[in-house]
C-alpha cells in the first residue's frame, strides 16, 4: 500500500497571505485545527495549527507567515513512499496530520491519524478465513486441504488439542483478525505461526 491510498483528497488549506483571522474561522466552521501552508501552486510553504492561531491573534498578529511552521519543521510523505513510512513519520514526530506531497512538492493530500486508526480497525475486523484465501492464493500448487490440514497440525502442536478439519474451518470463519492476535499472543506470533503452516503444507506436498 502506498501513503497516497491512505490520503485525503478533500483538505483545507492557508495561503501564505491569509489573514489569521479568516484561517481561524475555516478551522472553526471546518472543525480541522492544522492544515498546510501552501502557494498559487500548491506549493508546500508550511503548516499551521489552532496554537500558531491563538498565539498570533494573542499577540496582534495579522497574517498566517507571520505564525506559520516553516516548511523546513513539517513532516511530509511523497504519494509514492509506502503506506508504513506514513504511519511511522506520523508516529515518529507526534503529529496528527501529515501533507502528502508529488514530486513537485505540491501538496495533493493530507494523511490523518484518525484515518490510519480506521483502517486497522476495518484489518482487525477482517475474517482469518479471508487471510487463509490471500495465502492459499499465494502458495501455488498446495490444495485447500492440505493448507487446512497443516493448520490443524499447527493448532495440535500449540494448544495439544485435538479438533477436525470441518472445526477447524469453522473456527477461523468465525475468528476475526484481531482476535487471532490477541489470542496467539500478538501480531508477530500470529504471522510466525501463519508462516510455520504454509512450510507444514508445504513439506508435506514435497514429500507426497
Not at 466552521?29 to 506549493?43: A, C, G, L, Q, W
Not at 510523505?77 to 509506502?82: G, L
Not at 495465502?135 to 479438533?163: C, H, Q
Request: charged share 25%.
Amino acid at each position: 500500500m502506498k501513503a497516497k491510498e491512505l490520503m485525503d483528497k478533500d483538505f483545507f488549506y492557508a495561503k501564505v497571505d491569509d489573514s489569521i483571522e479568516k484561517i481561524s474561522i475555516t478551522m472553526e466552521e471546518s472543525k480541522k485545527f492544522n492544515m498546510p501552508v501552501v502557494n498559487e501552486s500548491m506549493e508546500l510553504i508550511g503548516w499551521i495549527t489552532s496554537f500558531n492561531i491563538t498565539e498570533g491573534l494573542r499577540e496582534n498578529k495579522k497574517l498566517i507567515s507571520e505564525v506559520m511552521n516553516t516548511k523546513k519543521e513539517v513532516i511530509s510523505v511523497y504519494s509514492n513512499e509506502t503506506a508504513r513510512t506514513a504511519i511511522i513519520k506520523l508516529s515518529n514526530s507526534k503529529v496528527f496530520t501529515i501533507p502528502v506531497l508529488n514530486r513537485k512538492n505540491h501538496v495533493i493530500g493530507i494523511i490523518r491519524s484518525c484515518t490510519i486508526v480506521e483502517q486497522l480497525s476495518t484489518m482487525y475486523e477482517k475474517s482469518v478465513y479471508d487471510i487463509y484465501n490471500a495465502i492459499f492464493l499465494y502458495i501455488e500448487n498446495i490444495p485447500w486441504i492440505d493448507l487446512i490440514d497443516a493448520s490443524v497440525s499447527m493448532y495440535k502442536r500449540i494448544t495439544g488439542e485435538d479438533i477436525r478439519q470441518e472445526e477447524y474451518m469453522e473456527k477461523i470463519k468465525n475468528t476475526t483478525f484481531g482476535e487471532a492476535i490477541w489470542a496467539t499472543g500478538g501480531l508477530e506470533k500470529f504471522f510466525a505461526d501463519m508462516i510455520g503452516i504454509g512450510e507444514i503444507a508445504i513439506s508435506k506436498k514435497l514429500l507426497s
